[in-house]
C-alpha cells in the first residue's frame, strides 16, 4: 500500500502536494486504514470508462445529491484496487470490469463535509483518495446500490460534468477526463 502511493508519480503540483501528505499521514497514523481515525480516511475510488474510454459510468450519490464516481473506505484492506473493483461492483451492477492498469490513476486529498450515515453523524474529515481507471462492459445490466445511491448512468465524458452538483469534485473529474483523453487513441483516418 505505502509502496504504491510512493512509487506514484504525480501528473501535476496538486498530486505532488496530495502525495506528501497522504504519505505523512501513513507514517504519522497506525489506524490510517480504519474509519475509527476521524480526521481522515484511506479510500479508494474508480473512473470507469466503456471500452471506447468516450462514455462514463457515474452513480447518483444519495449523501451528496449529485452524479460521482464509485468508490469507497478501505477499512482494513491495503489493497486500493481490490477496494476500487470491489465498489465499483457494488455500486453499479457491472460484472465485467477489469483495471486499465494496476498502478493508481490519481491522488486526491478531499474534504468531505459532516454528513448523517445510517443515522449517524459523521464530522467534517478528509479522504485521502487513490483513484484507479477502470474499463467495463457498457452493455452489462445497471443496478443501483439504494443504502448508497440512487441512480446509475453511462454519461459522455464531454458532458457528464453538466450533471454534477459538486462543486469540489468537478476539478478532480476534470482532471481525470483530461487524463484519459491522452490515453484514448484517436480514431485512425482513412482515404487521405
Known sequence: MY???????PSNEQEETDKRAILSFL????????????????TASAIVVDPSMTKVLFAFHNIYQSWSW???????????????????KEETGVKTIHPYA??????????????MKRGKFVGD????????????????KLEIKPDENSGVRW?????V????????????????FQKIRGLAKPETKRGV
Not at 71 to 87: I, M, Q, T, W, Y
Not at 164 to 174: G, L
Open 27 to 42: 507514517e504519522r497514523n497506525p489506524d490510517a486504514l480504519m474509519r475509527t481515525n476521524e480526521v481522515a480516511h484511506l
Open 70 to 88: 464509485v468508490g469507497g473506505h478501505n477499512d482494513g484492506d491495503p489493497d486500493f484496487l481490490s477496494v476500487a473493483l470491489r465498489e465499483a
Open 161 to 176: 460534468l453538466d450533471h454534477v452538483d459538486e462543486e469540489r469534485m468537478k476539478t478532480i473529474y476534470a482532471k481525470a
Open 3 to 9: 509502496e504504491q502511493i510512493k512509487n506514484y508519480r
Open 102 to 115: 494496476n498502478d493508481p490513476f490519481m491522488l486526491d486529498v478531499i474534504y468531505v463535509h459532516h454528513h
Open 125 to 140: 474529515h478528509l479522504h485521502l483518495n487513490v483513484t484507479y481507471l477502470l474499463v467495463a462492459d457498457d452493455s452489462d
Open 155 to 159: 454519461f459522455s465524458i464531454d458532458t
